[in-house]
């Protein structure tokens, strides 16, 4: 992604396949997750365009401080990003990531001289309960992100929860 420098979709399809590979082939877990800004429009309406490029890149770097070295993060377009965490062992090691992302953001981020509050919501699918395709993957994800939105935003929720399950989302710093 020439904005942020993290890689983009096609990058990370292509990790996913061969995470999804070596997890077959070695028993192992992976999880997906989407993000996705909350009120991303309103920052680009009030900032314009350059302030929400400024946003996007401090997130980028957030998002870098709560990962590991060994995950993916990339940006699918827009104010979307996807974490491909390959080799975890369980759900709760995937819902610690996303407590230490909503952490990471907590802090405002410097945008046009001023600093603005960020937060996302997240969406989380595992391999192999949950999908066993990168695209099946992709879309449970995504659906788990919206379900995040839909329970208020600024939390995470797993694949299959829905907005009238919310006791298994959890939201920032819980």
Same mark, same amino acid.
């Given at each position: 992604?020439?904005?942020?420098?993290?890689?983009?979709?096609?990058?990370?399809?292509?990790?996913?396949?061969?995470?999804?590979?070596?997890?077959?082939? $070695?028993?192992?877990?992976?999880?997906?997750? =989407?993000? /996705?800004?909350?009120? =991303?429009?309103? &920052?680009?309406?009030?900032?314009? $365009?350059?302030?929400?490029?400024?946003?996007?890149?401090?997130?980028?770097?957030?998002?870098?401080?709560?990962?590991? /070295?060994?995950?993916? &993060?990339?940006? #699918?377009?827009?104010?979307? =990003?996807?974490?491909?965490? +390959?080799?975890?062992?369980?759900?709760?090691?995937?819902?610690?990531?996303? #407590?230490?992302?909503?952490?990471?953001?907590?802090?405002?981020? +410097?945008?046009?001289?001023?600093?603005?509050?960020?937060?996302?919501? &997240?969406? &989380?699918?595992?391999?192999?309960?949950?999908?066993?395709?990168?695209?099946?993957?992709?879309?449970?994800? /995504?659906?788990?992100?919206?379900?995040?939105? #839909?329970?208020?935003?600024?939390?995470?929720?797993?694949?299959?929860?829905? +907005?009238?399950?919310?006791?298994?989302?959890?939201?920032?710093?819980?």
């Amino acid at each position: 992604d020439t904005l942020t420098g993290l890689p983009n979709r096609r990058l990370l399809i292509d990790r996913l396949e061969l995470a999804l590979g070596l997890a077959e082939r $070695h028993g192992r877990n992976l999880a997906l997750m =989407f993000l /996705d800004l909350d009120h =991303f429009k309103q &920052i680009n309406d009030c900032y314009g $365009h350059e302030g929400g490029d400024e946003l996007l890149k401090g997130v980028a770097r957030r998002l870098a401080t709560a990962t590991r /070295d060994t995950d993916t &993060i990339a940006r #699918q377009g827009g104010d979307e =990003f996807v974490i491909l965490l +390959p080799e975890i062992d369980s759900a709760a090691d995937a819902e610690q990531v996303a #407590q230490r992302i909503l952490g990471a953001l907590r802090a405002p981020l +410097p945008v046009q001289g001023q600093t603005l509050a960020a937060s996302v919501s &997240i969406g &989380i699918a595992l391999y192999p309960g949950d999908a066993d395709s990168a695209d099946g993957l992709m879309r449970q994800a /995504d659906l788990a992100m919206y379900a995040a939105k #839909q329970g208020g935003r600024n939390r995470y929720c797993r694949r299959g929860m829905t +907005p009238t399950a919310l006791e298994d989302c959890a939201e920032q710093g819980g």
